[in-house]
Structures are given as structure tokens and as C-alpha cells.
């Protein structure tokens, strides 16, 4: 068993915005935030059954749609979500992706399903290309954006060592949470079985011979290809075995690295990424800006203020209202927690 913790995707293609018919579903342009306006919706309720994922939720006290809004008040100072800050496994990474927002239509239209993987790949773009550098600096992406982007932990997890995954890329709606496979049931049933489970050779047969698992993985993250699957699920093992050599004092075999088309070097850094990485490399966040304002409409929290449902008011009497919200007192959170050397 594992666990696959669902949020919004905060999709590049989102279609609880396109089934929306008030237009009260918006895709921020400066940081890729889906958001439900509080004051536009009507609670038509499309955007229940246009989301796949099932992430929009009824509140039936105010009569309006929610969804979770990546904390943004946190992300525009600088801080992560709450549920990855919280998460005591230390498994979520935000960061930036620099993508080409004219091609996220023609991707998502890719004929082949087992294509979109590829499709939505292309459009992340290389925050270290010179090319993207001008072009992002033209569109006046701000320079710590800019730095942002080039330490992004996603760009790496997803584009650079290949091994996270777009949940059901099928959906067509260019989903922006991706996930690692889970290695742990191939080691843990080697472990059981009485092998070696950490080396290369034992691990890579396993991965093979475990074909329904991989399928399973392959509905999930690939739309049904199982050699993605089964490349990530063979990167991370050999990570495994390259490092157990090294804690053990003994030179990383190159030979496994190459098995997967990489070197030891970059199987060190994926290694420092998933395992040992600190919260700023967890989360590389930058703050939003101030020229920017205009576009961050402060929507608050629908479930903060009068349209609680616990506060009382009457059906869709009370929501929508502008909350201020409280810059000051998130940077003042960041100080006292960089006061502290969070790790
Ligand atoms: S996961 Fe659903 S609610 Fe979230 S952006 Fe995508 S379509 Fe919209």
C-alpha cells in the first residue's frame, strides 16, 4: 500500500475554469495560482464535475465554490504551503517552472495520451537557458524569480533527474503537482524474501517482475506506460544501491549509475534532493512583488470570515467580502522562523 496525498493541481489547463460559467475561476498569470473568486461565484456548481480530480468542494452555508488556493498569502511572502510545512515526512517541494504559456493548448491536445507526459515536459522551459533568461526578463519576470527558477527543486525533480510525474496526465488539464513513484514495496518484499534489497541487480529484477505494480503506477502517473514507470522506479534504486557503496566507505559503481543514463555526480545530487535536503532547498520561494499588486487580488480565505460555516450567517448572505490580508504579519512569521534556523 501507499499513500497518495491529493491536492488541487493548480493545472496549467484547468477545467473547473473553462466549466465555470460566471467566470469566477482564474488562473493567477504571476505565480499560477488557481483561485475561486468568492464575489463572482454563483454556485452553478460546473466546476464539481468539470474538475477530474475532484478537487472542488460545495459550501453550502455560502452557496460557493472552494478549493484549496495554495495558501497564497503564505506564497506571496515567501513561505510554503502549510501542508508541505507541516508534512513530518518532509515529501513536498515547492518551486518555481518557467513554461510556455502559448503551447499549454496545442500540449494538452496531444492525440496520444501516453504522449502528454512528453507533451507537458516540453512546455517547462530551462531557467539556466540564456534564451529563456531573455525571454522571461522581456516579459518582466523579476531577476530573484529569475534566480528562483534556476534553484527550482521541481524543474530538477521533474525535467533535469526525470524521476516525478504528472497524476493522471490523461485528464488533459496540464496538472502542476507532480509525484514520485514509491520504490519502498519493491525493497520491502526483497527484504521479506530474504535478498539483498539494496543491490543494484536484485533491485532491478524486482522492479521488472513486479508487473502489477508498475501497471498500477502506469494508470496513475503515465496514462498506462509502464516503461516511464519502470525508468523512474530504476533511477531511484540505483540511487539506493550507488549510495549504500559510499556510506560504506567505498567508491559509488559508476556502472550503476550509467545503467539509468546518469552519472554518479548527478546520482549524488538527486540523493542530497530526496533525502538530506534542507527546508531552503525543499522550498524556493520568492516573494511576491509590490509592482504586482494589481494582480493579487486579495480574495482571502473563503472558510477565514463571515462565510464560515460556523459564523452563522445565512445562505450565501455574508461571502465574498474582501478580507485584508495580513502581509506584515506572514513576513514577521518568516523572520521569527528564519530566527529560529528552521532545517
Ligand atoms: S485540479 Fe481541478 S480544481 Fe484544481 S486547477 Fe485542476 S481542474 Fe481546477
Known sequence: MFFVPRICEHCLNPSCAAACPSGAIYKREEDGIVLVDQDACRGWRQCITGCPYKKIYFNHRTGKAEKCHFCYPRIEVGLPTVCSETCVGRLRYIGIILYDADRVTEAAATENPQDLYEAQLDLMLDPRDPEVIAAAREQGIPEDWLEAAAKSPIYALCKYFKVALPLHPEYRTMPMVW????????????????????????????????????????????????????????????????????ALGRPGDEEIAAAVGMTGGAIQQMYRLLAIAKYDERYVIPQAHREEAHNLEELGCSVDFDGDPSMGEPFGGSSGKPVPVTIQSFNAMKAARDDESMV
Open 179 to 246: 509525484y514520485i513513484p514509491p520504490l519502498s514495496p519493491v525493497v520491502d518484499l526483497l527484504q521479506e524474501q530474504g535478498h539483498d534489497a539494496e543491490a543494484a541487480g536484485n533491485l532491478f529484477g524486482a522492479i521488472d517482475s513486479l508487473r502489477i505494480l508498475v501497471e498500477y503506477l502506469a494508470e496513475l502517473f503515465t496514462a498506462g506506460d509502464t516503461a516511464v514507470v519502470t525508468g523512474v522506479l530504476q533511477k531511484l534504486a540505483a540511487m539506493r544501491s550507488y549510495m549504500r557503496d559510499i
